[in-house]
């Protein structure tokens, strides 16, 4: 049944280079040697320099796969996906600047993220590893790996801020995040309150040791 919702939802959405078109991947390649100093005057006061941002709310962005942020950081400055600061960062970023920030954010150690609520877990897990069936939930591996490690087209999910995960599916409930072709939408759409906040607590509590980009 969690094969036959996967590939129903896939169909549905178009969920095939849904993230990141193939011709970006040749894109990403950038120095993170050349992103450290990028970064260091562009991003860091939001996400810190190793990428694990202290500030609530505030997605990390270490290990993240760097297909994933390209697209994204683009997505901001070109307004596929908005936030008032983010744009106003990402727009002073050329095409050739972005590879090595992506680059450089890829590199750092992933860190385990905050559970705030133990409680959820079990629940989380759950629904993460299986979805559900009966309101057509696919489960969250089945784009974003088992430990959250996600790939090139899907994000890694490992350790994510428990505030970050739940304001990302709220955007994409109400239709504010639209940049992934309708996958999330749909997703998050389908997903009860209390699914969202226990999947966003199991999120918090994984743990990938390889963050070597594929």
């Keep these: 049944m969690r094969l036959v919702v996967i590939q129903s939802l896939v169909v549905l959405t178009g969920c095939v280079g849904i993230l990141c078109a193939p011709s970006l991947f040749a894109q990403t390649k950038g120095d993170p040697e050349i992103g450290a100093g990028i970064a260091a005057r562009v991003c860091v006061a939001c996400h810190a320099r190793d990428g694990t941002s202290p500030m609530p709310n505030t997605p990390r962005l270490a290990g993240q796969h760097a297909a994933y942020l390209v697209k994204q950081m683009k997505d901001y400055r070109e307004g596929r996906?908005?936030?008032?600061?983010?744009?106003?960062?990402?727009?002073?970023?050329?095409?050739?600047?972005?590879?090595?920030?992506?680059?450089?954010?890829?590199?750092?150690?992933?860190?385990?993220?905050?559970?705030?609520?133990?409680?959820?877990?079990?629940?989380?897990?759950?629904?993460?590893?299986?979805?559900?069936?009966?309101?057509?939930i696919p489960a969250c591996s089945g784009c974003h790996g088992d430990e959250g490690e996600g790939t090139r087209r899907f994000p890694r999910l490992t350790g994510q801020d428990v505030g970050y995960t739940l304001e990302q599916m709220r955007r994409y409930a109400a239709g504010e995040r639209t940049n992934d072709r309708g996958l999330m939408q749909t997703v998050a759409d389908r997903m009860s309150e209390a699914e969202t906040l226990a999947v966003a607590q199991y999120i918090a509590s994984l743990m990938v040791l390889d963050t070597e980009e594929e």
Aim: charged letters at 20%.
């Design 81 to 136: 996906r908005t936030s008032e600061v983010m744009g106003n960062f990402i727009g002073g970023l050329t095409d050739e600047e972005i590879p090595h920030v992506a680059a450089y954010y890829a590199a750092q150690e992933v860190i385990p993220g905050v559970v705030t609520d133990p409680s959820l877990l079990e629940f989380g897990r759950r629904v993460y590893d299986d979805g559900n069936p009966g309101s057509g």
